[in-house]
């Protein structure tokens, strides 16, 4: 099973709005990660984290590491319409030696405000 | 092609039936990962290659799952007399080493 708590499951979102989404682990990671999953495709990846406090930005997006390696948390700013998908953080476990496997938590799926 | 290919997209099988879905990486990648993706969740581990050393495979789920590497590029899972609880998408993904890892399109499947 997933090790990973990511919430929320879902929300609507309306153009213009910022997003917040986190995930929180009962174990390390040594690395984070988010992904977009549009409908029909594989995880894109948006983000990575490698430090613990660290804080990345790309273009809109905004994640941090938490400093205790337990949780991430990513923003979106000023969202638009494209914005809309499945959401994903990763996490590669400190005592992985399986290259970069990876845990993924169970997802937020942003929709548009009808 | 320049992508994480995977075939079929989409597989209906019936319960009991053999399938193997087929996954070729970017070309030169050393790892190639596969992963479970149930309805309405995140991906689950399966296995892991390094070239043609499958290196964990502890993710599978019984032993009716197999994947194989042997020329350390294309890869196929296979999945033994088929159950509903296998439905699900099965992802593939490659990298070079311990950075980013691709994704493929994933293929479906669906027992009935």
């Known amino acids: 099973g997933q090790q990973l708590n990511q919430s929320p499951q879902s929300m609507f979102i309306q153009e213009g709005e910022d997003v917040s989404m986190n995930c929180t682990s009962s174990s390390i990671f040594n690395t984070w990660l988010w992904y977009k999953q549009d409908p029909g495709e594989g995880p894109v990846l948006l983000i990575a984290?490698?430090?613990?406090?660290e804080l990345t930005s790309n273009g809109r997006l905004t994640a941090q590491f938490g400093i205790t390696r337990k949780d991430s948390f990513l923003n979106i700013s000023a969202s638009i319409p494209s914005d809309v998908g499945i959401y994903f953080c990763a996490g590669q476990p400190s005592d992985n030696n399986a290259g970069n496997m990876l845990t993924f938590g169970g997802g937020t799926r942003l929709m548009v405000k009808p | 092609g320049a992508g994480v290919s995977q075939s079929p997209r989409y597989k209906v099988a019936k319960r009991g039936q053999d399938v193997a879905l087929r996954c070729d990486p970017i070309?030169?990648?050393?790892?190639l990962f596969w992963y479970q993706q149930a309805l309405g969740q995140g991906p689950e581990f399966l296995t892991y290659f390094q070239n043609e050393a499958q290196l964990d495979k502890s993710g599978l789920p019984s032993d009716r799952f197999f994947a194989e590497r042997p020329e350390g590029s294309v890869s196929t899972l296979k999945i033994q007399r088929t159950q509903q609880e296998d439905s699900a998408v099965y992802l593939c993904a490659s990298s070079l080493g311990s950075d980013e890892a691709f994704f493929g399109q994933g293929t479906r499947l669906t027992v009935v």
């Open positions: 070309s030169g990648h050393v790892s």
């Open positions: 984290l490698y430090k613990a406090g």
